[in-house]
């Protein structure tokens, strides 16, 4: 047992052999220092940005919308399922690791044959008995070169990369919340302004229909006011059911039906439903997003792999030892002269495979140029999202102005124009034609709106805030 022991513990440090992976070097981000500026783009201080450390708790300042975001990451499916890939990977790892080790296991044996034996002219048969006690491992493989110890990392590495997709997944969700949060209040908004058009219009129409009977308005302008007051009717469904799947989307973000005491009065107006995003001009906040990170960890692991192949080409060291005790009946298995050992070491020599140990050192190696593609594709997706974010940030505020004011200006153009139809001035088709645009302009409005909002979300979640 004392040799055994010798013997385990040689192996043991042999562990610390070679490893014939390549140095690991993060690439060149593709992409330049800084966010493009200019006009589209908002005035922000240079440096980095330090949206990923801006909690989301802290972004989404609406209490609604907070008390959805915390019942989307307890119940996400999507969230689930990421978080169990994690644990999926982790687990790989430690398996895969712990082929570092030797698994060593006992055994208890017991043997009874019978054998026929021949003396004195005389066959008979003779019952012969076996026991034995022992503890052991089988084929062992010493990392000389660190085949194994490259698998580890690999595997090691696609566990991180797991753990950074289930950052990435929450981060998308916290803004997929939101923007279904968004557009639930947008379609209430649209809704309730249709049903305010459609009242107005259908009192014109009464007063038309009035004014008809009385012989001072035509079949012309009847119809006009019927044609505007079945628009507004058609346009009532579609926001009804417009509010209705969103509010199923907004649903299955959850995990739950929606929540039914949310405020009803909400709106897209409230001053405080988000923060304001620290955006600042280097792009080496990139770096920082987690599925950046996962393309990283993942080229790291193809880069691991590439050790392994290569240990491949080397010889490969197994052991096998045991020891324990036989004797042919169980009172003698601790009987003094019972002790048995086995030390059986092998080495591998690789001469001629077809090619297979080039061909998976030559995968290895493509693999990890595809990886490097991924990672730098990665970095410049995330460059061109953010360049987008900042320029709606840039511009959109300056939209909506224009647009409120458009919708002003349509708004007192209606009102004249039903003043002067009124007055016999114009034709009921000036009216018509107003209050279109007034309505078309209003729409307009709410929708630019959200899209607004929707854009400051957008520029949280690309500069990688959401996760903490």
């Known amino acids: 047992m004392t040799r055994f022991r010798t013997l385990f513990l040689l192996g043991t440090a042999l562990l610390s052999g070679c490893s014939l992976a390549p140095d690991y070097e993060r690439p060149a981000a593709p992409v330049p220092a800084a966010f493009p500026q200019g006009s589209a783009y908002p005035p922000v201080p240079a440096g980095e940005s330090t949206a990923d450390t801006l909690g989301w708790q802290a972004f989404f300042q609406d209490p609604a919308l907070r008390r959805l975001i915390g019942i989307a990451l307890e119940n996400n499916r999507d969230l689930r399922v990421a978080a169990l890939n994690v644990e999926a990977a982790e687990a790989q790892y430690r398996a895969q690791r712990g082929e570092l080790f030797p698994s060593v296991g006992a055994t208890a044996a017991a ?72 557009t639930i209040l947008a379609n209430r908004e649209l809704l309730t302004l249709t049903r305010r058009t459609l009242e107005s219009q259908e009192a014109s ?92 960890r993942t080229l790291m692991s193809a880069n691991a792999n590439i050790g392994a192949a290569r240990a491949a080409f080397f010889p490969s060291i197994t052991l096998t030892a045991s020891g324990g005790t036989a004797g042919s009946a169980l009172s003698r298995l601790f009987a003094g002269g019972s002790g048995s050992w086995l030390f059986s070491p092998q080495i591998s020599v690789p001469i001629f495979t077809g090619g297979i140990n080039q061909a998976n050192l030559d995968y290895a190696r493509l693999q990890t140029r595809i990886e490097v593609s991924n990672y730098e594709k990665a970095i410049q997706t995330a460059f061109r999202e953010v360049a987008d974010a900042l320029a709606a940030r840039g511009t959109f505020d300056d939209q909506v102005e224009a647009q409120r004011r458009l919708a002003d200006a349509y708004a007192d153009s209606y009102r004249l124009s039903e003043l002067r139809f009124r007055s016999g001035v114009d034709s009921y088709l000036a009216v018509l034609d107003s209050q279109r645009s007034l309505y078309g302009a209003q729409q307009a409005l709410i929708t630019l709106r959200q899209e607004r909002l929707s854009s400051l979300v957008t520029l949280y979640k690309v500069l990688g805030g959401g996760w903490r």
Do not use: C, H, K
């Not at 066959?123 to 070169?145: K, P, Q, Y």
């Not at 990369?161 to 997944?169: G, K, L, P, W, Y």
């Not at 009532?236 to 299955?252: K, P």
């Not at 955006?279 to 080496?284: Q, R």
């Open 205 to 296: 129409l009464r007063l038309t229909q009035a004014t008809a009977s009385g012989g001072t308005a035509t079949a012309l302008t009847l119809r006009q006011a019927q044609t505007a007051v079945e628009t507004a009717r058609a346009n009532l469904a579609l926001y009804t059911r417009q509010v209705a799947q969103a509010e199923n989307a907004l649903a299955l973000l959850l995990g739950q039906p929606v929540p039914a005491d949310l405020p009803a009065d909400a709106t897209l107006s409230s001053a405080l439903m988000l923060a304001e995003v620290p955006a600042g001009l280097a792009s080496s906040v990139l770096l920082r997003r987690p599925d950046v990170v996962a393309a990283e």
């Open 111 to 182: 043997e009874y044959a019978g054998t026929p034996v021949t003396a004195n002219g005389r066959t008979a048969s003779v019952t012969t008995r076996g026991f034995s006690l022992g503890a052991g491992f089988t084929a062992w493989e010493i990392d000389l070169f660190g085949r194994i110890r490259s698998l580890s990392e690999a595997a090691r590495q696609a566990a991180l990369s797991q753990d950074e997709t289930r950052r990435a997944t929450q981060i998308s969700l916290v803004a997929q919340v939101a923007d279904a949060y968004l």
